[in-house]
C-alpha cells in the first residue's frame, strides 16, 4: 500500500494529465491530485476520505451510477471466460453479436451494423472515413467536406478535434485540418436579433447552412456532424424547429446527417437517444460514454442502411473494409455493455431522466433563474446549465479574467459538490448521473446556490 503522499509524488512525476495546467501541476501551484478510491450511486470517496456527490457522473458518462455489481460480475465473467479476441475477419462473441443486435433495434433512423471503438473521438474519426468511403464507392469522390458548428464538440483526435468548434483544443496542435466546415451554433439566448422567435431562429441557422453548402458546391459536401443537445460547448439545448430545418437542408444537398450521441444517448436526455426526442433522422450515429456508462472504454458508429448498403455492394468491387482497431468489438467491454443497457432498461432509466431531469431544472430555475448575475438557466432531461452574466438586463458577459464560472465550480467542489465550470463561457454544468434520486437533487441544487451566493458575494 502507497501513502497519499507516495501516490502525489508518482503521479506528479510520471503522468501527463489531460486538460491540466502542467506548469502548475508540476510545481504543486494547481494543488493535487486528488487521488479517487470508491464510488457508491452519486457519490465517490477520495484517499482521504472526503465523500464528493459527483454532479457531473464522471464526465457525463456514469449515467448507471458507481459501484454496480451487476456491471462488476459481468465484466469478471467476460474476463474469466474469454478476456480478448479480436473481431477481424469476422470473429465475434456472444456478448459482441447480442449487444450489435440491440444497438441496432433500439437506435433512432434506419440503421444497420455497428462498427466498435474505445472512445468518442476515435468514433468520430471513423465516422468521417465512412463518410469518405461511402462516397468514393458511389462514385463521388469530391463529395468529402465535413460541416461542424461552432462550438460542437466531437472529440480531440485529428479529424474528430479539427470537427470540435472550440479553439482551444486547435490552438498550437496544428488543427483544424482542411475539409471541415463551420457552421452556426444554435443559441438563441446569445444569437437571436432582436424579436426573433425560436421558429425564426431556427429558421435563420437553416439559410446559413444552406448558403454554406451552396457556396462550397453540394457535390463536395458529405456530411453535418452534431450532437442533438450541443454538450461541451455550453449544454444547449436546440431551439424549436432546429432539427426540422436542418434535416430538410441535408436531405435537399444529399448530405449524409452524423448524430453524435456520445452524451445524449442511452437516457441522459430523457429518452433512448437524443434523436428520438427531436425527430432526428441520421444516417450514423456516434456512442461512447452511457454505452458501458464508462465501467470500460467502449464506442461505437451506428450504420445507417443507405451507407451500409453502398459499402456491402462496394466491397465486390474493392475487397475488404480496411479499418479496425485491435480492441475493435473487445469481448470485455461488449460484456459491460450488455450489462448497463439491462439496467438502463430494467429500472428504465430514460423514463426517470425525463421526470426527475424536469424536476431538477425547475429547482435549478427557483433557485437561479431571478439572480442578478444568471442570464439562462436552461437543461433537458438530466443534463442543465446555468450561464451567469455581468449584467442581466443588457446582457453584458462577465470579463472572463474574473473567471466566475471556474470560481463557482471551486466554491461548489469546497461543499463536497462536483458541477463542471464548461470551458467556453461562464457556464456550471450538471449533468448527474440518471440514478440521482429527488432528495438528492435538493442536496445537490443547495450545494451548488452555497456556492452561487459566495461569489456573488466576493463581487460587490
Ligand atoms: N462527442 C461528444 C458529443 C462528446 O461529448 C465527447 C466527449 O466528451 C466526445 C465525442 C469524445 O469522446 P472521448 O472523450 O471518449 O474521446
Not at 468548434?165 to 444554435?186: A, Q
Not at 439545448?237 to 426540422?244: D, L, R
Not at 436542418?246 to 433512448?272: K, M, N, P, S, Y
Not at 460484456?335 to 426527475?356: F, G, H, P
Request: with cysteine; aromatic share 8%.
Amino acid at each position: 500500500m502507497y501513502s497519499i503522499d507516495e501516490i502525489a509524488a508518482l503521479d506528479r512525476n510520471s503522468v501527463l494529465h489531460p486538460f491540466t495546467n502542467l506548469k502548475d501541476y508540476a510545481s504543486g501551484a494547481a494543488g493535487g491530485p486528488t487521488i479517487m478510491e470508491t464510488g457508491k450511486g452519486v457519490r465517490i470517496t477520495d484517499a482521504t476520505g472526503r465523500e464528493y456527490i459527483d454532479g457531473f457522473a464522471g464526465l457525463y458518462c456514469v449515467n448507471v451510477g458507481y459501484g454496480r455489481t451487476e456491471v462488476a460480475e459481468a465484466i469478471a465473467r467476460q474476463a474469466y471466460k474469454l478476456a480478448y479476441y479480436h473481431s477481424y475477419a469476422a470473429h465475434t462473441t456472444e456478448e459482441l453479436a447480442r449487444l450489435s443486435a440491440r444497438l441496432v433495434k433500439m437506435a433512432p433512423g434506419d440503421m444497420s451494423k455497428v462498427f466498435y471503438g474505445m472512445s468518442g473521438s476515435d468514433a468520430n474519426e471513423t465516422q468521417a472515413k465512412l463518410v469518405w468511403y461511402y462516397n468514393n464507392l458511389r462514385g463521388k469522390p469530391k463529395k468529402k467536406k465535413i460541416i461542424a458548428r461552432e462550438r460542437g464538440y466531437h472529440g480531440c483526435s485529428v479529424v474528430s478535434g479539427s470537427m470540435t468548434g472550440l479553439n482551444f483544443y486547435h490552438d498550437h496542435m496544428d488543427l483544424p485540418i482542411s475539409g471541415i466546415l463551420r457552421t452556426g451554433v444554435p443559441h438563441y439566448y446569445w444569437g437571436a436579433n432582436e424579436g426573433e422567435t425560436e421558429e425564426e431562429f431556427s429558421e435563420r441557422r437553416a439559410k446559413e447552412l444552406d448558403a454554406l453548402i451552396v457556396a462550397e458546391g453540394p457535390d463536395t459536401v458529405g456530411a453535418f456532424i452534431a450532437e442533438p443537445v450541443l454538450g461541451t460547448g455550453g449544454i444547449i439545448p436546440p431551439p424549436a424547429g432546429y432539427w426540422q430545418k436542418i434535416q430538410a437542408v441535408l436531405r435537399e444537398h444529399d448530405v449524409l446527417l452524423i448524430a453524435d450521441e456520445v452524451i445524449t444517448g442511452f437516457g441522459r436526455v430523457g429518452a433512448d437517444f437524443g434523436s428520438h426526442l427531436y425527430g432526428i433522422e441520421p444516417d450514423l450515429i456516434t456512442v461512447a460514454k452511457g454505452l458501458t456508462a464508462a465501467y470500460v472504454p467502449l464506442s461505437a458508429c451506428i450504420v445507417g442502411k443507405r451507407v451500409y448498403e453502398v459499402m456491402e455492394e462496394g466491397s465486390a468491387k474493392v475487397g475488404s473494409f480496411s479499418h479496425g482497431y485491435t480492441y475493435s468489438g473487445h469481448p470485455i467491454g461488449a460484456a459491460a455493455a450488455n450489462a448497463v443497457l439491462d439496467i438502463v432498461e430494467n429500472e428504465q432509466l430514460a423514463t426517470k431522466a425525463a421526470s426527475r431531469g424536469a424536476y431538477m431544472l425547475s429547482s435549478l430555475k427557483k433557485a437561479f433563474a431571478q439572480l442578478p448575475i444568471v442570464g439562462e438557466v436552461r437543461g433537458v432531461g438530466m443534463l442543465a446549465a446555468v450561464e451567469f452574466v455581468a449584467d442581466r438586463d443588457s446582457k453584458t458577459r462577465f470579463d472572463p479574467a474574473l473567471k466566475i464560472g471556474a470560481r463557482i465550480s471551486q466554491a461548489a467542489r469546497d461543499r463536497n459538490l462536483i458541477a463542471r465550470a464548461m470551458p467556453h463561457g461562464e457556464i456550471l454544468g450538471f449533468a448527474p448521473p440518471l440514478v440521482m434520486t429527488e432528495a438528492e437533487i435538493d442536496e445537490m441544487v443547495g450545494i451548488a446556490s452555497a456556492a452561487v451566493k459566495q461569489v456573488m458575494d466576493e463581487l460587490v
